[in-house]
């Protein structure tokens, strides 16, 4: 199911206002990490790392938790600095459709829907619209600088 039409549904269930738009976009986005974590750790669980500090005497539970998890971790790290510029984009998408706050509140969908009223005033529009990007691109930017990184 698409992400955004699943932040849809959830305001649309829970109510019209920030926090509820805040907490569908989470909910939208735990399938996501969720797929990434468990093929991360399947595949940390195979390294040879692994299978040596088994050998060692290692416990159950202090592998996991020493090995697996920190190392399998790194991606998710990347991921969720990607998944926050996606973030902006559908709570700044849901605004525009009207299911955030009423507008006496500033969030930049809700800008960019006012502003489109006022044809004659395209500033309106653009300002809002081009922070939104360069703000989603900055965190791209983050995003890739980090996935280098590792």
């Known amino acids: 199911m698409p992400q ?15 926090v509820n738009a805040a907490v569908a976009t989470g909910v ?5 990490f969720a797929r990434v974590m468990r093929s991360e750790v399947i595949k940390t669980r195979r390294a040879v790392f692994v299978e ?3 050998l060692q005497g290692g416990s159950r539970w202090h592998i996991p938790l020493r090995h697996v998890l920190p190392n399998a971790s790194r991606s998710v790290l990347t991921l969720a600095v ?3 510029g996606l973030s902006i984009l559908v709570i700044a998408g849901l605004a525009f459709l009207g299911y955030g706050d009423p507008p006496p509140a500033s969030d930049w969908g ?9 044809p004659l005033a395209p500033w309106l529009v653009c300002a809002p619209a081009l922070v939104t990007i360069a703000t989603v691109l900055s ?10 990184t590792n």
Do not use: E, H
């Open 110 to 118: 809700l800008l960019i829907s006012v502003g489109k009223d006022y």
């Open 82 to 84: 990607l998944q926050f």
């Open 28 to 32: 939208s986005a735990v399938a996501v």
């Open 139 to 148: 965190v791209n930017r983050i995003s890739r600088w980090l996935r280098k």
């Open 52 to 54: 040596v500090a088994y």
């Open 4 to 18: 955004f039409l699943l932040a849809v549904i959830v305001v649309s269930a829970l109510g019209f206002q920030t």
